[in-house]
């Protein structure tokens, strides 16, 4: 009689499940050899998968069999993500799973790194989000800014500036266009956790997907998972709100514009990195011009080809994340672990995996350290090795 696994969490099959993009129990159990009710029973924890068939999901999910065996990092925090409503279960479920790795990821790197504390201020005043008006939201943004001493400037890279306060920021393909960003505050340290989409990038659509996922971050801490189903068209555009707010200050941006066309936009865009749609949208959220122009300057924009691309996006590098990444580095090149002692310690997940969440080259973990050979001078060293006066040349002969 076969004996299921002791110990199997039975949340990380559904959890690596949605990683793999495996929508269906009955796909998972064509691939392993058993019937879909196994599969149902498993990820329902009913019954657990013997020693065999944890072998085999291991190998077919790519994962280590002690992946099963650890807990879910799991929040109580909802995720906000900045996806269409069209957007498919799969992929979505897809992105809640990665950001889940992403925090363990994340957790296992703080036990031997300091990363930067959270310097995120009580900026909300007790109010929740239902309370929030427009011109809190403006004010909100203009808090932060002075507090994290910004001016009233063009914002160069959100990216670093998410890091520099604390946050913990990722970076992948979601393989969709329908997917931008992903943001959870994570229950063990407090800590706001991103994922930015890979897809479609250029460094204005970088720059506000950071600045949108921010205002989930400081603006949606305390909305119930309930909330976001109910609510979430309304989330989605205080976070929106916040974000142009934050990129574009009333105070300085608006004076900046000097003419209301896509040439004037666009040459207010190489100085701002905001996208000149984004920039339409501000201009009509503060009323600086009335909505029959707004829709105007759409069409126009439409009409030139630009929902695709804009001009300049492909000249300016998009900013990545390089925490979790330099995290890794200093653990490895100080000889506190090994990569090897990583992945079969700290780590389940594959390799790869952990690479594409980090920001890490393809192969990184694979890859050998070249053994660095430490010189020294000697102790006479400044003594001339030649008994020649200086700069004198010493002839050699010919052969």
Not at 46 to 57: N, S, V
Not at 72 to 101: C, G, I, N
Not at 382 to 388: F, G, I, L, N, T
Request: with cysteine.
């Amino acid at each position: 009689m076969r004996v299921g696994t002791p110990g199997f969490v039975p949340e990380r099959l559904a959890e690596v499940r949605a990683a793999r993009r495996i929508l269906s129990m009955k796909e998972l159990a064509q691939m392993i050899g058993v019937s879909p009710s196994a599969v149902s029973r498993w990820e329902s924890g009913t019954h657990a998968p013997d020693a065999e068939a944890l072998t085999a999901l291991a190998r077919e999910l790519r994962v280590r069999r002690e992946y099963f065996l650890r807990p879910v990092h799991t929040s109580e925090h909802p995720m906000f993500s900045r996806s269409l409503s069209s957007a498919l279960k799969r992929d979505t479920s897809y992105q809640d799973a990665q950001m889940q790795w992403l925090q363990e990821i994340s957790a296992v790197l703080q036990h031997y790194v300091d990363f930067p504390a959270v310097d995120i201020p009580d900026v909300m005043k007790g109010l929740a989000y239902r309370q929030l008006r427009d011109e809190d939201i403006e004010g909100i943004a203009q808090e932060l800014r002075s507090h994290w001493r910004l001016g009233q400037g063009p914002i160069i890279d959100m990216v670093a500036l998410l890091e520099r306060v604390g946050c913990v920021v990722g970076s992948i393909e979601m393989g969709t266009s329908k997917l931008d960003g992903l943001c959870s505050w994570s229950l063990g340290d407090e800590r706001p956790h991103i994922m930015l989409a890979t897809d479609k990038m250029s460094l204005p659509r970088r720059q506000m997907d950071a600045a949108h996922e921010l205002g989930h971050a400081i603006l949606h801490k305390g909305v119930r998972h309930e909330e976001l189903k109910s609510d979430l068209k309304e989330i989605e555009r205080q976070a929106f709100r916040f974000a142009s707010a934050f990129l574009m200050p009333e105070t300085t941006f608006v004076h900046e514009v000097q003419h209301y066309s896509l040439a004037g936009l666009l040459s207010v865009k190489e100085r701002w990195r905001v996208s000149v749609k984004a920039q339409i949208r501000r201009l009509l959220d503060l009323e600086v011009i009335p909505e029959h122009y707004g829709t105007q300057l759409y069409k126009s924009y439409s009409a030139n080809g630009w929902n695709k691309v804009e001009p300049l996006d492909r000249e300016w590098p998009v900013p990545e994340p390089a925490v979790l990444r330099n995290a890794l580095s200093l653990i490895v090149e100080s000889g506190t672990r090994t990569k090897e002692d990583l992945l079969a310690v700290e780590f389940t997940m594959h390799p790869g995996d952990i690479e594409n969440l980090t920001g890490l080259p393809p192969g990184w973990f694979n890859r050998q350290e070249a053994s660095v050979v430490q010189l020294s001078l000697k102790q006479d060293a400044a003594k001339p090795h030649s008994d020649a006066p200086a700069g004198e040349v010493v002839p050699f002969a010919r052969r």
